[in-house]
């Protein structure tokens, strides 16, 4: 069993930037990936970044170039750096982790807002 606490959101004008972590316990050595993936009204959630215990990484494209997903060397904090932040980012932002034991497995953040506005 994996936590995840997410924490960094809030509100930001249009060009600015935002460091959002997620912070994971318990069962923190079977993580395989952990991502971001976000959320608006009415939509499921869509991958933001996400990255291997490999440190390979994925990104989507209307944020590849702006965005940047990172890892702490004990690999339970992950971090994503938001630069050029655009109004359509506006979104719940929520951590995910997958652990890998007898399946695959996710688990999930309660989520943080981020809104970008003039």
């Known amino acids: 069993q994996v936590q995840l606490v997410e924490s960094g959101g809030g509100l930001v004008q249009p060009g600015g930037s935002l460091r959002l972590s997620c912070a994971a316990s318990g069962s923190i050595f079977s993580i395989v990936e952990m991502g971001w993936y976000r959320r608006t009204p009415g939509t499921q959630r869509d991958l933001v970044a996400a990255?291997?215990?490999?440190?390979?990484?994925n990104y989507a494209d209307s944020v590849k170039g702006r965005f940047t997903i990172s890892r702490d060397n004990a690999e339970n904090t992950v971090y994503l750096q938001m630069n050029s932040l655009k109004p359509e980012d506006t979104a719940i932002y929520y951590c995910?982790?997958?652990?890998?034991?007898?399946?695959?497995?996710?688990?999930w953040g309660q989520g943080t807002q981020v809104t970008v506005s003039s």
């Open positions: 990255i291997t215990s490999a440190g390979n990484t």
């Open positions: 995910n982790a997958v652990i890998q034991i007898s399946a695959r497995v996710n688990s």
